[in-house]
């Protein structure tokens, strides 16, 4: 169990890198940067099937008790999400790649700052689930909420650029799916948070049980 | 694991029922459409609590053989898609409410068609689940590779309004936004594919072991 959730956390870490890394490629039009998050998709798919493995074992021990159980089922949740991350940070660098062959429509400031929240929102979520840390997890849904305030400027923003120069359309459809990725990422760690308040709560109920 | 197979069913039409409803909302302007799919949302939110909490009280019964524990852990994560596009149904039917309050851009074609097969999928997935279907669970997969061409030709036709008209932007980005959310259904239902086949393949790999 020790060896499923530093496997999570390892596999948070490349997640991390791999949105820093994508928005990296984006802003700096670092291609380099793009090949990266790509080739860490893969790592990070692999891991996925092998923590399932593991995951498996791990249920099919005899003498589980009920928390340890919600805890695995959690673990095939996270490492779902974690999966999912790892995709959507490369569909990032994968317009990000795209984006670079042309000048750019803006300066970017609101999506770099998006993708700050979300890799923070990773590293909190699984070191909530990690420390089981109700407080934590629950910092995570606040930054939810600032994640979504910035993709709705982004939003109008991009729309308002879309109406005033029209030749701006496909570069700016590109940065609003950058958007909506990131927004997506967000939702993933929000879902593990929610895991962990599930896991945290389940355990105090069993206690005043 | 029968009766969480069969509430696995259930949910998958109440998903299905959801999507047409949201799409017949949008193409209709029908408000009454899109509350109810607002209204199912929550059942669906409800039954997958429950879902996990049974599928939890199965694998806590001594004696479930390996085959079983995938099987459990494939219930867990079709649970989780499910809830998914009941979400992303409704994240359309309210697109659509927006979307009523002001004239069309265009007739729907592509939409309704994006949704017809995304609703087949998710019944075909499940059906794939049920029976342990590799064949039916590959004809899913095929039927992503359409909705991901269709996707492609509504992206385009937008993006040209968008350009053409910059008034219409605002709806067509609604409309994008809906292409987008039957997209992720349908990503939805070839995880559920392939969940299947990894399960019939690991049956089959146990076999020829």
Known sequence: MEELQR???????????????????????????ARQVLESEERINR?????????????????????GLRLLV?????NHDLERMG????????????????????????????AQLAERMVGQSLDAFVQRDAALARAVLA?????DGLRDSIYQELARFMQEEPGTVPRALNLLFVARNLERIADHATNIAEDVLFLVEGIDVRHTG
Chains 1, 2 share one sequence.
Do not use: W
Request: hydrophobic fraction near 45%.
């Open 7 to 33: 496997r999570l956390l390892e596999m948070g870490g490349l997640v991390e890198a791999a949105i820093h890394g994508s928005v990296q490629a984006l802003a700096q039009r670092d291609g380099e940067a």
């Open 47 to 67: 891991m996925e099937m092998e923590n399932d493995s593991l995951t498996i074992g791990l249920l099919s021990r005899a003498g589980t008790d009920a928390g």
């Open 74 to 78: 959690a673990a095939i949740k996270i």
């Open 87 to 114: 995709d959507l940070a490369a569909n990032i660098a994968r317009r990000a790649l795209t984006l670079m062959e042309e000048p750019p429509v803006k300066p970017l400031i609101d999506i770099p700052r998006m």
């Open 143 to 147: 930054d939810d909420d600032e994640v």
